[in-house]
């Protein structure tokens, strides 16, 4: 028969194991296909759509723009390694995890804080670069995965007092 703390930790492996494995497909994506993601993020900090689409705006806030294409790209590879940084934490937490090592809970808790952290850190740069004017859907996920690893954060405390 299955004890509840059985329970618990499959429940805790396979949280930090679905973040590790959204996360490993946005950076398989970004290393295969950076055109894609590197796109917006370029557009983002040049201000493309708000200079198109909301001239008035723009005036206010030029002042922001990075239009320079090699910081543009090494932003981009910034953000790529810090979700390579915390893709091997989740991975390692989740294994550990399901190994029953003493460190386990730390490094999945690790990995969830840099997972939640990317996200949070897009929120404020693209808060800074007014990206709600015209990638609301991205500031959308954005504040969903914040949402997503401050819950699977909260659980794994939760669990580990349990």
Partial sequence: MIDFATVLLVFQVVSVAALAAWLTIGVYENTRHPDINRTFTSEVLDLARIREAFPEVYETIRHRRIANKRIQHLLFYLIVAAEMLATVLLWI?????????THGAAYALLGVLSFTMIWAGFLIAGNWFCYWFCHDGAQNTHFQMVL????TAIFLVVAQSV
């Avoid at 550990?96 to 090592?101: E, I, Q, Y």
């Fill in 93 to 101: 937490g989740a294994v550990s995890l399901a190994m029953g090592t």
């Fill in 148 to 151: 997503w690893g401050f819950a």
